[in-house]
Structure formats: C-alpha cells, structure tokens
C-alpha cells in the first residue's frame, strides 16, 4: 500500500466504516511507515480533544469587544486606504 492509498482511506479508518481485509491493510502500513502513522495518531488525538470539548460561553462583553475587533480589522485596511492616500502632488499647493 502506497502512502497516497492509506490517506485516502484514513477517514473511514479513523471512523471505523471500513472492511476487515482493508483495515489489516492499514495496520500493516502503520508498522512500516512513520509519516503515515504520525499523520493517523495526530489526526486520532485531535479528533479525542474535540470530541470531548465542552462549548465555552463568553461573557457578553468580552464577545461584543471580539465582534467589534474583528468588525474593525476587517474594515480597517480598505476604509484606512481610501482615507489615508498620500495628496495628489498637482493639488498638493504647499
């Protein structure tokens, strides 16, 4: 099994949805080949931490001062732009 192969089926692996023939397939490559193995543990304990995370509510002002921070960053460079254009050398009468 080709690396390209094991990343294809790393999905329905991790989701246990897959036969037994192809899964002793994988296992086998997850003995051999140490890329593929890092990539399947990490995508399994990142699975593990979410899975088991809880939401967390924000206090409102906090959310509000986020909300407006992000608002604003996302203005900010086409708004500053227009409003900070260095002045038109044949109008600029200094």
């Not at 390209?4 to 397939?25: C, N, Q, V, W």
């Not at 088991?52 to 909300?67: A, F, I, V």
């Amino acid at each position: 099994m080709k690396c390209s192969e094991f990343l294809k089926e790393l999905t329905d692996y991790l989701d246990d949805r897959i036969d037994a023939p192809t899964k002793a397939e994988l296992e086998e490559h997850l003995q051999w080949c140490h890329n593929c193995y890092v990539v399947c543990n990490t995508t399994k304990m990142t699975i593990e931490i979410y899975r088991d995370s809880h939401l967390y509510e924000l206090p409102d002002d906090l959310r509000t001062r986020l909300r407006s921070a992000i608002v604003s960053k996302c203005k900010g460079p086409k708004d500053s732009a227009s409003s900070e254009q260095p002045p038109d050398s044949a109008t600029d009468k200094r």
